[in-house]
């Protein structure tokens, strides 16, 4: 079993930035982790990963915007986010290969 903690979430207005986290309870180090996002009435998409050998991928929608990276001595990964649109707007869920899933956190992006 792996625990996964997201945080950081919150209130931005456009063209700022946010940075989530996503705590595991186990090592990120040698996993595919991503960042997944779900507006209301969407279904849920696809925002970013990084393998467990450091290769980094991007929804269209995203990249140039923001960063996926992670820090194994916290297991942790992150999801650095500029220039943030309305669009953005979604709670956001951390996943260890699309098999274990934190409880999200809700990102707002309003003026």
């Known amino acids: 079993q792996v625990q996964l903690v997201e945080s950081g979430g919150g209130s931005a207005q456009p063209g700022g930035s946010l940075r989530l986290s996503c705590a595991a309870s186990?090592?990120?180090?040698?996993?595919?982790m991503a960042w997944y996002r779900q507006a209301p009435g969407k279904q849920r998409e696809f925002v970013a990963t990084i393998s467990g050998g450091g290769t980094t991928d991007y929804a269209d929608s995203v990249k140039g915007r923001f960063t996926i990276f992670r820090d194994d001595a916290k297991n942790t990964v992150y999801l650095q986010m500029n220039n943030l649109g309305p669009s953005d707007s979604a709670k956001y869920y951390c996943?260890?290969?699309?098999?274990?899933w934190g409880q999200g956190t809700q990102v707002t992006v309003s003026s």
């Open positions: 186990r090592s990120v180090r040698f996993y595919d």
């Open positions: 996943t260890r290969g699309e098999i274990y």
